[in-house]
């Protein structure tokens, strides 16, 4: 995943839309020339039952399990954003 500096001038170039941005020199080379943007990390109601994040240095992760659908409004079909820049979950 893209760091949060991978977003901002010079590493990243703003696109049509301020959420979209053009990885032009990114921390790792890996995502040099994607499209990061935050509707990349979303997914329908009806899917999300566990989302989260791991990695191998540091040796990190973190989940977030969603029990239950009735605090949702919208049917299964609306789509929420399910992590934002960097590691952060929502």
């Known amino acids: 995943m893209p ?8 590493r990243g170039q703003v696109l049509a839309y301020p959420e979209a941005v053009l990885l032009v020199n990114p921390i790792k080379e890996q995502f040099k020339g994607e499209v990061d943007d935050k509707y990349q990390y979303s997914d ?13 240095d540091p040796p990190t992760g973190f989940w977030q399990i969603t029990p ?7 049917g299964p079909n609306k789509q929420f954003l399910t992590s934002h820049v960097g590691p952060s979950t929502l």
């Open 68 to 74: 239950s659908y009735e605090f949702r409004a919208g």
């Open 3 to 10: 760091q949060p500096d991978d977003r901002l001038p010079p």
């Open 44 to 56: 329908e109601s009806q899917d999300i039952r566990v989302h989260g994040w791991i990695c191998k």
